[in-house]
């Protein structure tokens, strides 16, 4: 399997544009997480899918992020419109059942910057 | 809500030394507790697993230990070498979304 693969790898925005990160999980896996990591806030869970469904998004900052999970093999966190404090590096994982039993696998992430 | 913190923040070492570092929770009601790396400008690769039930594993010259009543974790690497350089993350997964929680990391620079 080639692990978890989000796309852009990198991506530059201007200020009010919307923004869409796109994750494919490792085939299998059945939970999906999107986090967030800042220097100043290290690594923060933004929500968390189990078979498709979002279980726990307390974690979103702001209205103007959104995610889905159309199917088991495809996730995309939105925000819309962005802004200059949205730069960060957002990760995807998934895992074969949630984070009980078994490991987290993360893809490389997209650095998001906002100017 | 869960706080993780990991001690020292930076380490530098020589190489061939044998290093421990340590990571303490709050909340010892957790699933497992996973060990990560992260190189510069790369993504988290998995190093290790413990369950709640567990005491340690061990992977190469990686050896984790668990204490949960404690709510601590060490990482132990054994005879450490120039590769070995990255940051090293603590993460518990608690709570009722069964979330991560992570530390802030622990920066190893070993010194050829």
């Known amino acids: 399997d080639a692990g978890v693969i989000q796309s852009p790898r990198h991506e530059v925005t201007e200020m009010g544009q919307e923004v869409t990160l796109r994750c494919k999980p490792i085939?299998?896996?059945?939970?999906l997480f999107w986090y967030r990591q800042t220097m100043m806030r290290g690594l923060e869970l933004l929500i968390y899918?189990?078979?498709?469904?979002?279980?726990?998004d307390s974690g979103m900052p702001e209205d103007r992020f959104s995610a889905k999970m159309p199917n088991a093999s495809f996730s995309t966190l939105k925000i819309q419109p962005s802004e200059p404090r949205d730069s960060a590096v957002y990760f995807c994982?998934?895992?074969?059942?949630?984070?009980?039993?078994?490991?987290?696998?993360f893809g490389q992430g997209t650095r998001l910057t906002v100017v | 809500k869960q706080e993780v913190t990991q001690i020292p923040a930076a380490l530098s070492v020589p190489e061939g030394e044998n290093l421990v570092l340590n990571c303490s929770f709050t909340?010892?009601?957790?699933?497992?507790l996973q060990w990560f790396r992260q190189d510069p400008g790369k993504g988290l690769t998995s190093l290790l697993l413990?369950?709640?039930?567990?005491r340690e594993q061990t992977s190469g010259r990686l050896n984790a230990s668990l204490d949960k009543s404690s709510g601590r974790s060490t990482l132990y690497i054994a005879a450490s070498q120039p590769g070995d350089s990255a940051t090293y993350l603590c993460?518990?997964?608690?709570?009722?979304?069964?979330?991560?929680?992570f530390g802030s990391g622990t920066q190893l620079t070993v010194l050829p």
């Open positions: 899918f189990n078979n498709n469904v979002p279980i726990d």
């Open positions: 085939s299998g896996h059945n939970s």
């Open positions: 994982a998934s895992s074969g059942a949630g984070h009980t039993r078994t490991e987290a696998f």
């Open positions: 413990i369950q709640s039930s567990q």
């Open positions: 909340d010892s009601a957790i699933y497992n």
């Open positions: 993460a518990v997964a608690s709570g009722s979304a069964r979330q991560l929680t």
